[in-house]
């Protein structure tokens, strides 16, 4: 249904009727917005990043060539977006050393709250490697679809899932005390991800 | 742990976008769609002058390789000048004469057709 009226409010915008362009951003701000907020962690940074997205597929629309969905052809814009901006001015978080650090306070401490676990498994997302970070970011986004990241990316599936493979192992040496198991134990197979 | 990862990594922690994002984003666009339009590089008023640089160029490079191959030597060339630019500048002071002539009037028209453009778009 989205589909039929993202298309629709294309047409009339390349066509000179600039308002139909808030039919789009209505329909797409919160996934924008929020895609924006798991790359940066920041509320008023993703809001003006997820903005810049919108301005940039308004000036580019015209090269959305209808072969594939808008929203799949939005996403990959922002995401490229929301990288190079990443990689430009780095987000303001922990450093995989700071995590370690939070990690080994809350052990000491008797364990860390589940709110505070998952901020240090998030931000320690945002603390891995563009590369790495990008991959997992796009994967968890799009509800563990590598098809769907890889497009976003724009990468090919199988440097998705080797990104996503090194990247988690990252993440489990950083986080292995904090979420109860040894670093290396259990692998993730989930569609088809090693 | 890795069970753990998945779901800590897949549980929606989602932002609301604030009150005056959509309004925020359709000022801009309003802005930007009200915004002239950039001023596409003038090719058509251009390309008489490139292709006259082009051709100079192309000019002075084939002179300089038929006298670089020719192997002429003047005596009359400043001795500081290494010998490939001895056999390019190193011809006829009527030559010499003749490019100078040819440099300053490529540099006058070009300086009289911008002077052109620019008091047509003034």
């Known amino acids: ?194 | 742990m890795s069970d753990e990862l998945d779901q800590i990594l897949s549980e929606k922690d989602e932002i609301v976008p604030s009150s005056g994002f959509v309004q925020g984003v359709m000022d801009a666009v309003q802005r930007e769609a009200a915004a002239p339009a950039p001023i596409p590089f003038p090719w058509k008023h251009a390309l008489p002058g490139l292709a006259i640089s082009a051709v100079a160029f192309i000019s002075l490079l084939v002179v300089g390789i038929e006298s670089f191959s020719s192997g002429t030597r003047t005596a009359s060339v400043t001795p500081a000048l290494p010998p490939s630019w001895v056999s390019i500048f190193g011809t006829s002071k009527v030559q010499d004469a003749g490019w100078i002539a040819v440099a300053l009037v490529l540099s006058f028209v070009s300086i009289k057709i911008s002077m052109h453009f620019a008091q047509r778009e003034s």
């Open chain 1, 1 to 194: 249904m989205s589909a039929v009226e993202d298309q629709a409010d294309a047409e009339q915008v390349l066509a000179g009727e600039t308002a139909a362009f808030e039919g789009i951003v209505r329909r797409w701000q919160r996934p924008i917005v929020n895609l924006a907020y798991r790359f940066c962690q920041d509320r008023g940074r993703a809001e003006e990043m997820a903005q810049e997205a919108f301005l940039r597929a308004y000036r580019s629309l015209s090269q959305w060539r209808k072969e594939a969905i808008f929203s799949t052809w939005l996403f990959a814009l922002a995401t490229r977006m929301f990288c190079s901006e990443l990689r430009r001015v780095p987000a303001r978080m922990v450093s995989l050393g700071d995590v370690a650090e939070l990690r080994d306070q809350g052990a000491a401490d008797g364990g860390l709250e589940d709110q505070d676990r998952e901020r240090v498994v998030r931000r320690s997302v945002v603390a891995l490697p563009a590369r790495y970070r990008e991959a997992i970011i796009l994967f968890y986004f799009h509800e563990m679809d590598v098809a769907a990241a890889a497009q976003s990316l724009g990468l090919p599936e199988g440097t998705v899932k080797a990104r996503l493979s090194r990247g988690r192992e990252l993440l489990r040496s950083k986080l292995s005390t904090l979420l109860g198991a040894p670093a290396g134990e259990g692998t993730l197979v989930r569609r088809g991800v090693p």
